[in-house]
């Protein structure tokens, strides 16, 4: 009779060498926890299925098609939502690409005419104002997918991922509402891994994110660093360890990653429940914990 | 007694509901009894779930209490021995919870364990809400002498030592354990147990709470660690296997480590760590 030893996992790695490797988990296992998690939460939830919003990056393809696998392609619908200024047939091809390749529902939904009146209703719009421009659409979207999972009993299964939810990177109340997040403890690289892995196509996988508030924006140039050289701060600073530490391994200088290490403590307000007065016996936000879902 | 046949009980557990984690547990003892069981175990919390957090201000109970008498029936119906986990209401101080093991037998209630080791970091928060217990316990019962731990026990070896060291002959420890900490008590399972020349039955949940996916893979060691049986990873199930007590001693012959204690490195161990 032997015992069974395996190896210890990146969950508990203390030896800290930053390198891509150390971004490299057991996908088929990764896949696995993730695809009993959707499932479970459904299940337990009453709900008939799971509708997403499909941007066609990788992110929201992978939470789909993982999603697919989990509880069939029949209980997941994908919204593709896309609107008139930054429109990329691009997007909307490899959203339904990862539709049929993954065998579930996609619908697209021009949003263009919402925004729209949207803008008009507003007495102080500015079009020129990129960023709050720019949120209206992603808030859209989310009002969009909640109609949808209210009237269609179901959940939303957003597609946030660790390194943007980290950093800031999301609109709030924004992309990232929803009702789970199965990729939010992976990082942008280890969901592209893991999107490469249960077979997302690598024209989607691997292509440059982009939050798409206005046209031509992307990540990289938003944030200043690649998502490979990012990933490996965070990892970093998830794991306590020094910012010269961080910065001396990949060669950076303390400045780079300690703008790194601000940009994530500084929005925390954007992960929370709002900020409240501790005025009585019980606060939610403070003291309140409670279990996420009971039977 | 030589041989006894313990069922590990491997469930998943509904959060908060202790009723349907009772009627299920109950249901468990009637098919594992069936099977042939003297001894059907459960996990930590087993019957309000782990992850309760403020919860657990109405889900203690007294022990002897509610859940235990239901629980009673069915062990004394089945004659049956059963070990299951419960948040414990003290009977004396308002607002005092332990984090409790429960021995049951064929006659009822025989007693109880109370964690001495409360995990408070990372995602747990017992600490918060548990009291420690006071001291290791260990059954002179007619299926051996048994010593409880639950859990984040086993990282501390002073626990199975010294209820060795009272006579232990099959230290259970009850769990509550998610994924990412499977590594652990997969080599302390086997360390307690060899360390100590005693059988280990250790039993964890499954099932997802707060996203935490409880990892199963329960398991009964023998004295020199090896697998007697080992229970699914992730799935409900329920296995049976043998203790031997006879294997103790051939045990101790080969690897003779409670033989070889020193004591006096355990005072010494005691010294050194008053203060850190």
């Known amino acids: 009779m032997t015992v069974e030893f395996i190896l210890f996992t990146q969950l508990t790695a203390i ?48 939470a789909a098609a993982l999603s697919s696998i989990a509880i069939g392609g029949d209980k997941v619908l994908g919204l593709i939502l896309p609107e008139g200024e930054t429109y990329d047939p691009a997007d909307v091809q490899n959203a339904k690409l990862v539709a049929d390749r993954f065998g579930f529902r996609a619908e697209v939904i021009d949003i263009t005419p919402v925004l729209n009146a949207f803008y008009k209703a507003l007495p102080i719009f500015d079009s020129s104002d990129k960023i709050s421009k720019g949120n209206v659409k992603v808030r859209t979207r989310a009002a969009c997918i909640y109609y949808y999972a209210n009237k269609l009993n179901m959940i939303v299964c957003g597609s946030s991922d660790k390194s943007e939810v980290m950093l800031g990177y999301f609109t709030k109340w924004g992309d990232i509402a929803a009702d789970i997040a199965p990729l939010m403890d992976l990082y942008k690289t280890q969901v592209r891994q893991l999107a490469l892995h249960i077979g997302v196509p690598p024209e989607v996988a691997l292509r440059p994110s982009t939050p798409a508030l206005w046209p031509g924006q992307t990540a990289k140039e938003e ?14 600073l998830e794991r306590f360890m020094r910012v010269d530490e961080i910065a001396e391994q990949l060669g950076l200088s303390v400045e780079v990653v300690e703008s790194v290490k601000r940009r994530w403590l500084t929005r925390e307000h954007k992960r929370r429940m709002p900020l409240t007065v501790k005025l009585e016996y019980r606060t939610i936000g403070a003291d309140f914990r409670l279990p996420y879902t009971l039977p | ?13 509904e959060v908060g509901d202790k009723e349907s984690n009772v009627e299920k547990m109950k249901a468990i003892v009637k098919e594992a009894t069936k099977r042939g069981a003297q001894l059907v175990i459960f996990p930590e919390l087993s019957t309000t779930g782990y992850v309760i957090r403020d919860l657990v201000y109405e ?10 008498s239901l629980m009673e029936e069915e062990a004394k119906g089945c004659r049956a021995y059963v070990i299951f986990g419960i948040p414990e209401r003290s009977e004396r101080v308002e607002g005092v919870i332990y984090n409790t093991a429960v021995l049951l037998g064929p006659d009822g209630y025989i007693g109880k364990y109370r964690k001495l080791y409360l995990p408070t970091h990372g995602v747990f928060e017992e600490k918060r809400y548990f009291r420690p ?5 260990v059954f002179d019962t007619p299926l051996g002498r048994l010593g409880l731990m639950i859990c984040y026990d086993i990282f501390f070896p002073e626990v199975s030592r010294l209820m060795r060291l009272r ?30 020349n ?20 329960s398991r009964l060691i023998n004295p020199i660690g090896g697998l007697v049986v080992k229970a699914k990873y992730d799935e409900e199930d329920l296995l049976i296997g043998q203790v031997d007590y006879a294997d103790l001693e051939r045990a101790s012959i080969a690897v003779p480590t409670v033989r070889d204690l020193r004591a006096d490195l355990l005072r010494r161990l005691s010294e050194a760590s008053e203060v850190l």
């Open chain 1, 15 to 62: 030896d800290l060498r930053l390198t891509s490797d150390i971004l490299k988990l057991d996908w088929p296992y990764v896949e696995e926890r993730i695809e009993r998690f959707i499932k479970d939460y459904v299940r337990r939830s009453g709900a008939f299925g799971v509708v997403l919003g499909l941007s066609g990056g990788v992110d929201s393809s992978t």
């Open chain 2, 1 to 13: 007694m030589r041989g006894i046949n313990v069922a590990l009980a491997q469930i998943d557990c």
């Open chain 2, 198 to 217: 005693a059988f280990l039955a250790y039993v964890n949940l499954v099932g997802i709470e707060d996203g935490l996916e409880f990892w199963g893979g």
């Open chain 2, 133 to 137: 217990g006071g001291d290791v316990s």
């Open chain 1, 223 to 236: 944030l200043g660093l690649d998502y490979d050289v990012l990933d490996l701060i965070l990892y970093g």
């Open chain 2, 59 to 68: 889900l203690a109970e007294l022990v002897p209490g509610p859940s235990t």
């Open chain 2, 167 to 196: 006579g232990a002959q099959l230290i259970v420890c009850i769990s509550a354990s998610p994924a990412g900490r499977r590594e652990f008590f997969e080599v302390l399972t086997a360390a307690r147990a060899i360390e100590n």
